[in-house]
């Protein structure tokens, strides 16, 4: 969009605005909507007890955990210039190092101590809502985050806004 700043007309450029602030509204309630309803749904598969709405109130607090996420990235950004798959709390670092097919990098980036915290309360919330073993609550946890993280560096490998 900056590109654009010295091309645009003003009323050009305040559509441009509004339309970036509608495109991140809805990015970011489909991104809440995954978070609680989705992954909720998948976790409530193997619930004996058929405690969804348990799980959705388990998820928001992941919800609110994986927001805290967000909020790092922010002072990273405007002090550091760094990106979010770039964020030292996860291995996009690392993967920096090792590869530089982007898709990897932006698959490993997903992952951090966020996520870690992630598991844990998935797991303990997984755990007191059903009676399944624990092999299948961490399979069913671990499958649903890597579909989540690779959906995510999907989107941001493709970048949209590019392909629109």
Do not use: C, H
């Not at 050009?12 to 509608?22: C, D, G, I, N, P």
């Not at 909507?33 to 607090?61: C, H, M, P």
């Not at 993280?149 to 629109?164: E, G, K, V």
């Amino acid at each position: 969009m900056s590109k654009e700043l010295t091309k645009l007309s003003p009323t050009a450029f305040e559509l441009e605005k509004f339309l970036f602030f509608l495109g991140r509204l809805i990015a970011g309630l489909l991104y809440a909507a995954i978070i609680l309803f989705l992954s909720s749904l998948i976790f409530w598969t193997i619930s004996n007890d058929g405690e969804y709405r348990k799980l959705v109130v388990t998820q928001g607090l992941v919800l609110i955990i994986l927001l805290l996420e967000k909020l790092t990235y922010i002072p990273l950004s405007l002090f550091f210039s760094l990106e979010w798959y770039s964020s030292p709390v996860s291995l996009g670092v690392l993967a920096q190092y090792v590869t530089s097919k982007s898709y990897v990098i932006y698959l490993m980036g997903s992952f951090s101590l966020f996520k870690i915290w992630v598991f844990y309360i998935q797991y303990k919330g997984i755990k007191r809502l059903t009676n399944q073993k624990n092999w299948i609550i961490w399979l069913a946890i671990l499958l649903t985050n890597i579909f989540l993280w690779a959906l995510n560096a999907l989107l941001a490998f493709l970048n949209i806004s590019t392909l629109i």
